[in-house]
């Protein structure tokens, strides 16, 4: 089993910033792509952010401007820097990993518990 654990979240002031951090681990022999969703109540989930193998990142239109995606290949850490946050950003963010193990050589999608944001405004 591939394991990811989000950490970072709390309660923030409308306009504050918080980091939200993911460690990834297990048996991995490679990691193609980790993101950061998000799901408030009464919503469906939805993609935050995402970062590709090579670095390339996407964005929801929500958070553009304000959210900055960030992986950490030694430590198998996926990072996302939320600025100006708003009460609308207030939702149980989760991490997700995608990759392959390295001991049997097949591919993993991990998803972790969750950690709760709240926005206060």
């Known amino acids: 089993q591939v394991q990811s654990v989000e950490s970072g979240g709390g309660l923030v002031q409308a306009g504050g910033s918080l980091r939200l951090s993911c460690a990834v681990s297990g048996s991995i022999f490679s990691i193609s792509a980790m993101g950061w969703y998000r799901q408030a109540p009464g919503k469906q989930r939805e993609l935050v952010a995402q970062?590709?193998?090579?670095?390339?990142?996407n964005y929801a239109d929500s958070v553009k401007g304000r959210a900055t995606i960030s992986r950490d290949n030694a430590k198998n850490t996926v990072y996302l820097q939320m600025n100006s946050l708003k009460p609308e950003d207030t939702a149980v963010y989760y991490c997700?990993?995608?990759?392959?193990?390295?001991?049997?050589?097949?591919?993993?999608?991990?998803w972790g518990q969750g950690t709760q944001v709240t926005v206060s405004s």
């Open positions: 997700n990993a995608k990759g392959m193990r390295i001991t049997t050589m097949i591919p993993f999608d991990s």
């Open positions: 970062i590709i193998n090579g670095g390339s990142t």
